[in-house]
Nanobody
Framework: QVQLVESGGGLVQPGGSLRLSCSASGFTLDDYAIGWFRQAPGEEREGVSCISNDHSTYTTNARRFIISRDNVKNTVYLQMHYLKPDDTAVYYC???????????????????????WGQGTQVTVSS
């Protein structure tokens, strides 16, 4: 059974950092690109970052968000720095077959290009 589980969310003050984890099971992570999306209340789900199986990446804000993967641990990480209240959202990880190259699409990653989704982890940035 394919499963993605996010963890690492929580409450953080503006300017702080968090590292989110996406643990995969039931499939071979080597064959997939993993994306991070977020969705704030009343907003559409938006892509944040993606890493393919060759470690090529897409990131909306490379200064603040760093994506990495550990195929041995079947886990993808999103390190977030200098967090702002606007970063408050539920963060989701998702998997797409690597050969579809979702991270190379013009305009960024799209939810409809991903096949499997986790349940999300809440990130709240507030003082």
């Amino acid at each position: 059974q394919v499963q993605l589980v996010e963890s690492g969310g929580g409450l953080v003050q503006p300017g702080g950092s968090l590292r989110l984890s996406c643990s995969a099971s039931g499939f071979t992570l080597d064959d997939y690109a993993i994306g991070w999306f977020r969705q704030a209340p009343g907003e559409e789900r938006e892509g944040v970052s993606c890493i393919s199986n060759d470690h090529s990446t897409y990131t909306t804000n490379a200064r603040r968000f760093i994506i990495s993967r550990d195929n041995v641990k079947n886990t993808v990480y999103l390190q977030m720095h200098y967090l702002k209240p606007d970063d408050t959202a539920v963060y989701y990880c998702a998997a797409a077959r690597a050969e579809t190259r979702p991270h190379r699409r013009a305009g960024g990653i799209r939810p409809e290009d991903f096949d499997y989704w986790g349940q999300g982890t809440q990130v709240t940035v507030s003082s």
